[in-house]
């Protein structure tokens, strides 16, 4: 049992084939939850104001964004506490561009997260998770300034969409054309 244990390689190095499974759940839960959170929105746009049907949608929006604030911050915190599996780097230009991708996609996720939360406080409308708690709210409304936070929240989302898309294009690239295994490692499976 202790020569099991003394011959166990450290956990970062006993499978560099692939991330760890927490981390892939999270990868795919969080771009589920973004493709989701965009597209919510831009169906309640094409509805006349004021119907049921567009204010449940803004409600669904807004519970799964909070579920996407909760998944992202575990992602976070999953990511510096170590728990993270690395795999194995790549060399050169691309390891450079896709860490830069990579870095620019989280701080447009932690602005969108914010800006969510200040254009909902801004609003003063009810900011609930699925009817089960409220969001207290830490601002006094302000509806000029909750334009500028919409106006600025729809943008982002734009940004993050196509640069998500750039990135879902390199990953598969790298898949079908130069046929490593950098979309490997973030599937469970293959
Ligand atoms: C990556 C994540 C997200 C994306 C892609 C996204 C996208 C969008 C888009 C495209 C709109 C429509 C804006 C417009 O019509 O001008 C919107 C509205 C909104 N979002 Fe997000 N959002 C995200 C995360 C969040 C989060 C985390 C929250 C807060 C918990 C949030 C709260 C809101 C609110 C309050 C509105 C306005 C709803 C209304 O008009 O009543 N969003 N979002
Ligand atoms: C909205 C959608 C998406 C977002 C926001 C997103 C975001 C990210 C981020 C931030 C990372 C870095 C992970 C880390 O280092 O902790 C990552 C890695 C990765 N993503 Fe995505 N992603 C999305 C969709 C996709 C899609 C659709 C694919 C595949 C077709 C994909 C394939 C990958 C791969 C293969 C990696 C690992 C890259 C490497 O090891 O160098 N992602 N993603």
Excluded: C
């Excluded at 020569?3 to 499978?15: G, S, T």
């Excluded at 169906?43 to 579920?67: C, D, E, F, Y």
Aim: charged fraction near 15%.
């Amino acid at each position: 049992m202790a020569l099991d244990q003394a011959a166990a390689p450290p956990r970062a190095l006993a499978d560099a084939s692939r991330y760890d499974r927490l981390t892939i759940s999270l990868h795919w839960l969080t771009a589920l939850l973004v493709v989701a959170l965009f597209a919510a929105a831009y169906v309640w746009n094409a509805l006349p104001h004021g119907t049921p049907m567009r204010k449940s949608l803004q409600a669904i929006h807004i519970s799964l964004g909070l579920l996407f604030t909760v998944a992202f911050i575990v992602r976070l915190v999953w990511r510096s506490s170590g728990g993270r599996r690395l795999a194995p780097a790549e060399a050169g230009i691309t390891s450079v561009l896709s860490k830069g991708m990579h870095w620019l996609l989280y701080g447009l996720l932690i602005a969108q997260m914010v800006l969510g939360f200040l254009l909902r406080w801004a609003q003063g409308e009810p900011f609930s998770f699925f009817g089960l708690f409220s969001v207290p709210s830490l601002l006094a409304p302000d509806k000029p300034l909750s334009k500028t936070y919409e106006w600025l929240h729809n943008d982002a989302a734009w940004i993050i969409i196509v640069l998500a898309a750039g990135h879902a294009l390199a990953a598969l690239a790298h898949h079908y054309f130069l046929r490593d295994s950098v979309l490997k490692r973030m599937l469970p499976h293959g």
